[in-house]
């Protein structure tokens, strides 16, 4: 298509590899003497894309489309582009053609039900994600994202069937593993495999604050206004566990009673983000039952916000908190509640989280040695437009 082979493929490979500034000035030297090297102006608009500098980056994407109207790739990529700039219908011009000129292209079929999704046509991005998966079936945010939206939408049948099938076609994967679990009736695991927890936070964790802001999230806050009742704020005097921090939005409801505030998370991604709130004293990745027990009596809080929806079983938690406390400290946490008038101890919902009874936590926390102090309701977030119900739960260790 160019002539230039070769150097066009090095620049391609130094860029895939980050090293843009190699990259730009072997795309510059092409199209110095090449000024309609259609591949250089294409890919040098992509490295523009990710130099954030995206008035030239389109630019030189639709300088190259006019010279090769069939490139599919460049009609995607100028779609990322367009989305980037919100363009939303001229997006969704650019992934069409891109489409239409490639029938099977997966890519631009899975930005297109994104794109669709966006733009609450919840048929279409149905549609879209599908070509996706008859396309290239081992496409696992295809799945992911077509299982979801057929949830929101009420159709729990069909995401569960999804599931499966994301299962058959990717066997090990954690997520599906998890969600075909949450579609069944049986074969409930005690707790959600920490894989599939710290993959799924890694995912969320640039959005998380965010994506919980609309939901009115809102137990951190209703977790620090329960343990000022029972603990002394604003002295900076003791020793504070968050158990399962995520971003960190406990940090700063804690830092004030808190001589030492530390917080443990499966997920890197989200601990970065806790990191950049520069609150906490100590930041652990790890499982918050194993910190626990490796930490034996050292806090005189553990605070744990929605984090034990991700437990059926809750008697190891339960136990390694109360070794983790001082005598006369204090356990806070919520789960989701179960429906009251629901048989079991605990269940798993199709959202994947776990739904726990009332008095099945309290036999957890007074079987590891631990005083119920309260066990109220309180709306943990909305869902759907509909609101959550939590057990918001305190607990104190025997002096």
């Given at each position: ?14 860029h ?25 102006l294409?890919?040098l ?56 000129i ?17 733009k ?10 599908r ?31 999804t ?40 995912g ?11 939901l ?31 971003t960190?939005?406990?940090g ?8 030492t505030?530390?917080?443990v ?25 194993a ?32 070794a ?22 605990f ?53």
């Amino acid at each position: 298509m160019t002539g230039n082979v070769q150097p066009i493929q090095q620049a391609i490979e130094l860029h895939r590899k980050g090293r843009l500034a190699e990259a730009e000035a072997i795309y510059l030297r092409l199209l110095q003497s090449r000024p309609d090297d259609v591949d250089a102006l294409h890919y040098l608009g992509v490295l523009r894309m990710n130099q954030n500098r995206l008035d030239q980056a389109i630019e030189l994407v639709q300088r190259s489309l006019k010279l090769a109207p069939r490139n599919f790739h460049a009609w995607n990529n100028l779609g990322n582009l367009l989305i980037s700039m919100n363009d939303e219908d001229g997006a969704e011009k650019a992934y069409s053609n891109a489409t239409n000129i490639h029938p099977q292209f997966a890519e631009a079929w899975y930005n297109l039900g994104n794109l669709f999704r966006r733009k609450r046509r919840p048929e279409e991005a149905l549609a879209s994600y599908r070509r996706v998966i008859d396309s290239n079936p081992r496409f696992a945010l295809a799945y992911e994202n077509l299982a979801l939206l057929l949830y929101r939408m009420g159709r729990h049948d069909l995401a569960g069937e999804t599931y499966r099938k994301w299962l058959e076609v990717e066997p090990e994967n954690p997520t599906a593993r998890h969600m075909v679990a949450a579609h069944s009736d049986s074969n409930t695991p005690a707790r959600a495999a920490d894989e599939y927890v710290a993959t799924m936070f890694d995912g969320f964790a640039e959005t998380f604050d965010t994506s919980l802001a609309r939901l009115n999230y809102a137990a951190p806050q209703i977790l620090a206004s329960a343990l000022a009742e029972v603990v002394r704020f604003s002295e900076s005097r003791l020793a504070v566990l968050d158990a399962g921090c995520g971003t960190g939005l406990c940090g700063p409801l804690l830092r004030s009673t808190a001589a030492t505030l530390a917080g443990v998370d499966l997920s890197a991604g989200m601990l970065a983000r806790a990191r950049e709130r520069k609150v906490y004293d100590e930041l652990h990745e790890g499982e918050l039952v194993a910190f626990m027990r490796a930490h034996p009596d050292s806090y005189d809080v553990v605070i744990s916000a929605d984090t034990l929806v991700y437990f059926g079983v809750l008697e190891d938690a339960m136990a390694a908190a109360a070794a983790a406390l001082k005598p006369g400290g204090v356990l806070a946490f919520t789960v989701e509640a179960a429906p009251a008038e629901a048989a079991e101890d605990f269940s798993l919902q199709p959202h994947g989280r776990y739904v726990h009874a009332r008095e099945y936590l309290r036999r957890c926390i007074e079987g590891a040695g631990l005083e119920v102090l309260q066990i109220e309701h309180g709306v943990l977030r909305k869902e759907m437009g509909v609101d959550v119900n939590g057990h918001v739960t305190l607990a104190r260790k025997p002096v």
